[in-house]
């Protein structure tokens, strides 16, 4: 059976956003340190890929490569997929009791009208109309880094739609090295939806790959806030060694397969 190799896409989407460039707002890692993996935690990470043979010297499996990106900064990718959504529905069931107080209330006892309209629109936030455009899950209310649901004027801080991986190319590809391919999944991490590929382990070298990403920019539009969609591009590189897979707890398993018994 393959081998499934995770490498985790960290992206800084404010300071890429504001700087137009994914260089330096980067962060890569994966689960193969141990077996040589260079630059983790960079924007520079080699990936180590290493084969498993038969005696005969036939490849014995592909090695299997998931890209998981994640949003610097952003609520966490392990709360339920329906966490924002939720939040909206919560918001707007807090803001109609709100509005039922205001109108239930006697008029010698109405209070300044203004306060009240003003922290009536605090607790419904602001609203994000989705566009055609977005490849990015569609986010119903701008909520801040904490999770809640806030009533945005442009400055206030605010959480980012995880980065979108929308293609994957370059000198390993074209080399018939790896075949990448997007997935559906119920994952609830991935919101159904990753990048997966295969690697032929038999051609030592090292190859480089890069992935396009797309991020999301708040923007005022006619009125109404919307997500645009900005592309950028990222590169990494895998580094494939005629070296067989080893077991990480024993050690073991150096040779061909199948490994004959002691």
């Known amino acids: ?26 962060y890569l890692f994966d689960n193969m340190k141990l077996h040589g993996s260079e630059g983790q935690g960079t924007g520079e990470l080699v990936t180590a890929i290493h084969g498993s043979y038969w005696r005969d010297g036939s490849q014995a499996s592909e090695q299997v490569l998931n890209w998981l990106p994640y949003s610097l900064g952003s609520i966490p990718p392990t709360v339920p997929r329906g966490y924002e959504a939720e939040r909206a529905r919560q918001t707007d069931r807090e803001a109609l009791t709100e509005l039922e107080a205001m109108v239930n209330k006697p008029a010698n006892q109405g209070g300044d009208a203004a306060a009240q309209l003003s922290h009536l629109q605090q607790t419904l936030g602001t609203r994000v109309k989705s566009t055609r455009r977005t490849r990015g899950p569609a986010t119903q209310k701008i909520l801040d880094v904490t999770g809640n649901v806030i009533s945005y004027d442009g400055a206030a801080a605010h959480t980012y739609p995880p980065p979108v991986i929308t293609d994957i190319y370059g000198e390993a590809v074209d080399k018939k090295i790896m075949y990448p391919a997007e997935y559906g999944s119920p994952d609830m991490v991935t919101d159904g939806w990753y990048w997966s590929a295969t690697v032929d382990s038999t051609r030592p070298g090292t190859y480089a790959y890069t992935m396009s990403i797309q991020l999301h920019r708040l923007l005022l539009q006619g009125g109404d806030w919307t997500w645009e969609p900005v592309d950028l591009t990222c590169e990494s590189k895998l580094r494939i060694v005629s070296e067989p897979k080893r077991n990480a707890f024993t050690k073991s398993g150096l040779g061909l397969l199948p490994i004959p018994p002691a």
Request: charged fraction near 15%; charge should be negative.
């Open 1 to 26: 059976m393959p081998q499934q190799l995770a490498i985790i896409l960290l992206v800084d989407v404010a300071n890429a956003l504001e700087t137009k460039t994914l260089e330096g707002n980067t």
